[in-house]
């Protein structure tokens, strides 16, 4: 593309124009509703929806600032860890990430799974626990939490984990 040209995705390129209102299908399942918004590209807590093999169509949530990690595995598709911790803190607003999520739950049909994820390690996130239980009040879509178990020796971690739907440790 030329400069200042918008560049052409896949999607674009096979229904033949720019514009982003547009009704995304993934699995032949339609995913935003038509109320005739534009879909927002970015956000900064939710990903997706996307499909997945194992949970079909997931929606995202990341917790945690790009790769900070309780691990620095090499086979990681992330590269390498830039913050390498083992404490849980507070990476974000919980009121913002459960914003964002209605927000974008409101644009979209009920996916199949909540999957938080993303670029780090969400046990990391001392709120984890309490964004589960305000996300269920308001989604009937079941949670997933992929880990790497590092802190699953933490009490607070398990009692937190055990408000998910399904558990996958990676």
Not at 88 to 116: G, N, Q, S, Y
Request: glycine share 4%; net charge positive.
């Amino acid at each position: 593309p030329r400069k200042n040209e918008p560049v052409q995705t896949d999607r674009q390129h096979l229904h033949g124009h720019h514009s982003f209102r547009y009704h995304l299908c993934i699995d032949r399942r339609l995913l935003f509703r038509q109320k005739g918004t534009t879909a927002k590209l970015m956000r900064t807590y939710v990903f997706g929806p996307v499909p997945s093999r194992r949970l079909g169509i997931s929606l995202g949530v990341d917790l945690t600032p790009t790769k900070t990690c309780s691990f620095d595995c090499l086979y990681c598709q992330l590269s390498r860890t830039r913050f390498h911790t083992a404490k849980r803190d507070r990476f974000c607003p919980p009121e913002d990430v459960i914003k964002e999520l209605h927000d974008v739950l409101e644009e979209i049909a009920t996916p199949d799974w909540i999957t938080f994820s993303g670029t780090g390690e969400p046990t990391l996130n001392i709120d984890l626990g309490f964004i589960i239980s305000e996300l269920k009040k308001f989604c009937p879509a079941p949670v997933c939490v992929i880990t790497n178990s590092s802190l699953l020796h933490l009490p607070e971690v398990r009692n937190e984990l055990m408000l998910a739907d399904r558990i996958l440790p990676t």
